[in-house]
């Protein structure tokens, strides 16, 4: 690490650094597919950062790399200022099925990850309890997954996620298979939640006004190879409101988001 100058602190490494991040992809006929390339990020803590791109870009692969489930062929991915090469215990991810196990309740299904850990301890199901009632889900606690709607079992797999006090929360599309009303009502529990753990996010998507209402930062990907085209910093007041969808201030970040997708001149 560089020296800093003489009677200066050096700047603490942000929560997260990505840089100059590649990944090539062996295929069966010999060749290779490049899906990222010199892709360079920093993640604040308790930011929410959305990666904004079209389909096929290489976010979903950017998001395994930073959790671990996938390594990059170069470049650097830090957390806490340690290289990442596995899943984090503190990760937590939410990908757009709930995956949820059809033969455990709610929550019996939300307090899986602390029996894993071997952490299921009276804390541990309170705070399970208390994210239920967080989410709506107060009384649908004994219930299992075939009972529930679509929007129902991503709320629990969202409070399966949280439940042990995740540092990192990973966002895969996460709201993609939900109705338009759905979908906006997940994204104010979201920052309902975020604001209340102040929990880090990183949230793949590929639509743009998701990608404006949730975050403080938009990184818009390129196409493939992915790099990051520039970063589109959200200057809307949280607590968010739907109103603001319609807003002019949103019309201007939605059009420069068009812009840099090469969607609109
Ligand atoms: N294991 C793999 N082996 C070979 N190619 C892969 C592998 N995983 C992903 N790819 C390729 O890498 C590219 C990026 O895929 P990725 O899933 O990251 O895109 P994405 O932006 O998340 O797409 P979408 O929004 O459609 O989910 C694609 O061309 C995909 O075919």
């Known amino acids: 690490m560089e020296q800093a100058p003489a009677g200066l602190a050096p ?3 942000p929560f997260g650094m990505f840089r100059d991040v590649e990944k090539r992809f062996a295929l069966g006929d010999g060749s290779h597919l490049k899906a990222i390339e010199k892709l360079s990020l920093t993640l604040e803590k308790g930011q929410l950062i959305s990666l904004l791109g079209p389909s096929g870009c290489g976010k979903t692969t950017f998001l395994r790399i930073v959790a671990g489930l996938e390594r990059a062929s170069s470049g650097e991915v830090r957390i806490e200022g340690k290289s990442v090469s596995e899943p ?28 894993i850990r071997r952490e299921k301890t009276p804390q541990g199901v309170a705070r399970a309890r208390e994210l239920v ?8 606690e004994d219930r299992y997954p075939s009972e ?10 969202l ?15 996460p709201f993609g298979a939900l ?12 920052l309902s939640i975020r604001a209340r753990t102040g ?18 930062t938009v990184a818009v990907f390129s196409r493939r190879p992915a790099t990051i085209r520039d970063l589109i910093q959200i200057a809307l007041p949280y607590p968010r409101q739907s109103e603001q969808r319609y807003g002019a201030e ?3 970040y939605e059009h420069e988001a068009s812009r840099l997708l090469g969607i609109v001149r």
């Open 11 to 13: 700047s603490p490494e």
């Open 88 to 115: 984090h215990p503190d990760f937590a991810f939410v990908f757009q099925q709930p995956n949820l196990m059809p033969w455990r309740t709610v929550l019996e299904n939300i307090l899986f990850p602390l029996e």
């Open 133 to 140: 009632e967080l989410v709506g889900l107060a009384g649908f």
């Open 148 to 157: 529930l709607s679509g929007g129902m079992q991503q709320r629990v797999a």
């Open 159 to 173: 409070c399966r996620a949280l439940v042990h006090d995740a540092k990192l929360l990973l966002m895969d599309e």
């Open 179 to 190: 109705d338009e009303l759905k979908r906006m009502e997940m994204h104010d529990l979201l």
């Open 199 to 216: 929990v880090t996010v990183l949230f793949v998507t590929h639509s743009i006004s998701e990608a404006i209402y949730l975050s403080d």
């Open 250 to 252: 949103f019309t201007r």
